[in-house]
């Protein structure tokens, strides 16, 4: 859109899931659930963190989100009170991410304390 509002709507979304991410994280409080302990007595940063070859902690988060996002959109969808947009499912998962970052990098700084 040329006047802008397409930007200010892909911003808007991202910063409204950015909470989500972290409280999502945060209300399972248990840092074994993003293998965060594992990060911290690894020498090697660049090692994955499989528990027991099953999907990722990280992983089962974005997939979480984005399956909330997605319901978001379809209930949109359905009720006629919006348009379904994949740019808003992306923008929505790209926010819950960072949340998820932020939450990670948050508890390694306070379980290194």
Same mark, same amino acid.
């Given at each position: 859109?040329?006047? $802008?509002?397409?930007?200010?709507?892909?911003?808007?979304?991202?910063?409204?899931?950015?909470?989500?991410?972290?409280?999502? /994280?945060?209300?399972?409080?248990?840092?074994?659930?993003? $293998? %965060?302990?594992?990060?911290?007595?690894?020498?090697?940063?660049?090692?994955?963190?499989?528990?027991?070859?099953?999907?990722?902690?990280?992983?089962?988060?974005?997939?979480?989100?984005?399956?909330?996002?997605?319901?978001?959109?379809?209930?949109?969808?359905?009720?006629?009170?919006?348009?379904?947009?994949?740019?808003?499912?992306?923008? /929505?998962?790209?926010?819950?991410?960072? $949340?998820?970052? %932020?939450? %990670?990098?948050?508890?390694?700084?306070?379980?290194?304390?």
């Amino acid at each position: 859109m040329e006047d $802008g509002s397409l930007n200010v709507d892909f911003i808007e979304n991202i910063i409204l899931f950015i909470p989500l991410g972290f409280m999502y /994280n945060w209300a399972y409080h248990d840092s074994e659930f993003l $293998g %965060i302990n594992k990060i911290i007595s690894k020498t090697d940063m660049n090692t994955e963190f499989h528990l027991n070859n099953k999907i990722s902690p990280i992983k089962k988060t974005l997939f979480g989100l984005l399956l909330f996002s997605f319901s978001i959109e379809c209930t949109q969808l359905m009720l006629k009170i919006g348009i379904f947009q994949l740019s808003d499912i992306f923008c /929505n998962t790209v926010g819950g991410a960072l $949340g998820t970052a %932020i939450y %990670i990098r948050e508890t390694i700084y306070w379980l290194q304390k």
